[in-house]
């Protein structure tokens, strides 16, 4: 069984509601660090019995049935990506926020890519273009060399900060790598994509807010000077392609526009970030089951050579530990969800950790079974014309990392006591700050 440490069994949809869950649907909130830190629980309640949950405190809608979520993301249009990602940016604090980059970090630049069709269509279309399965592919033997350079860094202390020494250093060097950034930037890079994920966060405060706002104007800054040498110089990456990308490149169509600077520096920094913290993320959850789940650890040693098994552990692991907890949306019309009534502009969190859990769409949820017939129909890269266009480089990333591991060492466990672990301030994801653990090397 894999869970997070302390966590209660499952009750199945149809079971009477708990003491505990009626209280946490009367009284909790996802605000709260104890929520934050074992919020099955809580995913649970909501599912049976308010599953489009109004949160007082953050002033959204919790969206915790797999089925409402399919709804959402089969209607872009009444489930504005647009609206509900940019008033949750740096809410509270949004008129300052904006103020502080357009003063000091080149402007403004709202994310072209969190936006609504027909608009999205074209952006994600060219954004596609810089992204092929097929660089992927080749970058396989890649991030091989990438993964075993930092295992062998630490294979002879027996132990690392899982977090620190692992996942951050492979998630930022191959993202650097493929959009073109300079390697010794990765300490920069990982402040800066934790200042991006905060302001969808909701869990800042104004100085917090500010600190983070000074680093994305650094993050700018630096991405307008390597935009602007790729203007005049393309090389072989992201950077370039995206800085020269036109519509109806790949497909014969002709050209068309291209993308205008500020569309393109908020698609590098969209890619910069979404391709770090999320699959160190995963790493992260990954590692923390090693330790903690000894029959899962044994199952992945024994699938290591095997391909299919071993994509099917990494689709098993994102569904039971999914990275992105939950995204938004702002509704642009009154609506019906979940027998709840919306009104125009409710603003919506879609909860794809409880939709993976729901038992009726997968049975016993907490079980991690590479047999399960629907193992794909997670929504941890979302769904529909928003669904994650990274999807197939961190499928690699995790693959790879998981594989290399179990081949050298054993005996995972946590250096420090489960109860002390702590997660980033943030609804989005459920992120680890660090993660000490010690390990021995395979014979
Ligand atoms: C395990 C790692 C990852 C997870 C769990 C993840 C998850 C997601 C999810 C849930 C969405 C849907 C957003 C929504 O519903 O509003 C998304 C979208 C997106 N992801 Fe990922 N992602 C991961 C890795 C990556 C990587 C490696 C990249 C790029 C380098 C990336 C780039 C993006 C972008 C640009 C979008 C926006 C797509 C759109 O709105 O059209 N992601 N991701």
Same mark, same amino acid.
Request: with cysteine.
């Given at each position: 069984?894999?869970?997070?440490?302390?966590?209660?069994?499952?009750? &199945?949809?149809? %079971?009477? !509601?708990?003491?505990?869950?009626?209280?946490?649907?009367?009284?909790?909130?996802?605000?709260?660090?104890?929520?934050?830190?074992?919020?099955?629980?809580?995913?649970?309640?909501?599912?049976?019995?308010?599953?489009?949950?109004?949160?007082?405190?953050?002033?959204?809608?919790?969206?915790?049935?797999?089925?409402?979520?399919?709804?959402?993301?089969?209607?872009?249009?009444?489930?504005?990506?647009?609206?509900?990602? *940019?008033?949750?940016?740096?809410?509270?604090?949004?008129?300052?926020?904006?103020?502080?980059?357009?003063?000091?970090?080149?402007?403004?630049?709202?994310? !072209?890519?969190?936006?609504?069709?027909?608009?999205?269509?074209?952006?994600?279309?060219?954004?596609?273009?810089?992204?092929?399965?097929?660089?992927?592919?080749?970058?396989?033997?890649?991030?091989?060399?990438?993964?075993?350079?930092?295992?062998?860094?630490?294979?002879?202390?027996?132990?690392?900060?899982?977090?620190?020494?692992?996942?951050?250093?492979?998630?930022? +060097?191959?993202?650097?790598?493929?959009?073109?950034?300079?390697?010794?930037?990765?300490?920069?890079?990982?402040?800066?994509?934790?200042?991006?994920?905060?302001?969808?966060?909701?869990?800042?405060?104004?100085?917090?807010?500010?600190?983070?706002?000074?680093?994305?104007?650094?993050?700018?800054?630096?991405?307008?000077?390597?935009?602007?040498?790729?203007? &005049? &110089?393309?090389?072989?990456?992201?950077?370039?392609?995206?800085?020269?990308?036109?519509?109806?490149?790949?497909?014969?169509?002709?050209? /068309?526009?291209?993308?205008?600077?500020?569309?393109?520096?908020? =698609?590098?920094?969209?890619?910069?970030?979404?391709?770090?913290?999320?699959?160190?993320?995963? =790493?992260?959850?990954?590692?923390?089951?090693?330790?903690?789940?000894?029959?899962?650890?044994?199952?992945?040693?024994?699938?290591?050579?095997?391909? +299919?098994?071993?994509?099917?552990?990494?689709?098993?692991?994102?569904?039971?530990?999914?990275?992105?907890?939950?995204?938004? +949306?702002?509704?642009?019309?009154?609506?019906?969800?979940? /027998?709840?009534?919306?009104?125009?502009?409710?603003?919506?969190?879609?909860?794809?950790?409880?939709?993976?859990?729901?038992?009726?769409?997968?049975?016993?949820?907490? *079980?991690?079974?590479?047999?399960?017939?629907?193992?794909?129909?997670?929504?941890?890269?979302? /769904?529909?014309?928003?669904? %994650?266009?990274?999807?197939?480089?961190?499928?690699?990333?995790?693959?790879?990392?998981?594989?290399?591991?179990?081949?050298?060492?054993?005996?995972?466990? =946590?250096?420090?006591?489960?109860?002390?672990?702590?997660?980033?301030?943030?609804?989005?994801?459920?992120?680890?700050?660090?993660?000490?653990?010690?390990?021995?090397?395979?014979?």
């Amino acid at each position: 069984m894999a869970s997070s440490a302390g966590e209660m069994a499952p009750a &199945a949809r149809t %079971c009477p !509601a708990t003491e505990e869950e009626r209280r946490l649907i009367a009284h909790a909130t996802l605000l709260d660090p104890t929520v934050h830190a074992r919020p099955r629980t809580f995913y649970d309640a909501m599912r049976k019995l308010d599953p489009v949950h109004y949160d007082e405190q953050l002033d959204m809608y919790l969206v915790s049935r797999f089925e409402d979520i399919q709804t959402i993301q089969q209607d872009p249009i009444t489930f504005s990506v647009n609206k509900g990602y *940019h008033n949750q940016q740096a809410k509270g604090f949004a008129a300052e926020f904006r103020e502080i980059l357009e003063r000091d970090g080149g402007g403004y630049f709202p994310d !072209a890519i969190m936006s609504d069709p027909p608009y999205h269509t074209r952006i994600r279309k060219l954004m596609e273009n810089a992204f092929t399965a097929h660089r992927v592919r080749e970058l396989e033997p890649r991030i091989e060399a990438v993964v075993a350079a930092l295992i062998d860094a630490i294979a002879d202390k027996g132990t690392m900060d899982a977090m620190r020494d692992f996942a951050i250093p492979l998630t930022t +060097r191959i993202i650097c790598e493929q959009l073109g950034l300079d390697l010794d930037m990765k300490d920069n890079i990982q402040l800066w994509s934790t200042a991006v994920t905060a302001q969808i966060g909701r869990m800042q405060d104004g100085a917090e807010m500010r600190a983070h706002a000074r680093q994305i104007c650094n993050l700018q800054q630096y991405l307008i000077a390597k935009m602007k040498a790729r203007q &005049a &110089a393309p090389r072989e990456d992201m950077i370039s392609d995206i800085v020269h990308a036109k519509d109806g490149d790949g497909d014969g169509d002709g050209e /068309g526009a291209m993308l205008t600077f500020a569309e393109a520096l908020s =698609l590098i920094r969209a890619l910069l970030v979404a391709g770090n913290e999320t699959t160190a993320t995963a =790493l992260g959850n990954l590692v923390y089951i090693l330790c903690t789940e000894p029959d899962i650890a044994r199952l992945l040693h024994a699938s290591a050579d095997d391909d +299919r098994l071993l994509n099917r552990f990494v689709e098993e692991l994102l569904r039971i530990e999914p990275p992105v907890r939950a995204l938004s +949306r702002m509704t642009t019309r009154a609506v019906e969800l979940g /027998g709840k009534y919306l009104p125009e502009g409710a603003h919506l969190l879609l909860m794809y950790a409880s939709a993976n859990d729901q038992p009726d769409i997968f049975p016993c949820p907490r *079980h991690f079974d590479l047999q399960r017939k629907n193992i794909v129909r997670h929504v941890s890269f979302g /769904g529909g014309v928003h669904r %994650c266009v990274g999807a197939a480089l961190a499928r690699m990333e995790i693959k790879v990392a998981a594989r290399a591991l179990v081949r050298r060492f054993d005996n995972f466990r =946590l250096a420090v006591a489960a109860d002390e672990l702590r997660y980033l301030p943030t609804v989005a994801t459920r992120t680890l700050e660090r993660l000490p653990i010690m390990f021995d090397q395979r014979a």
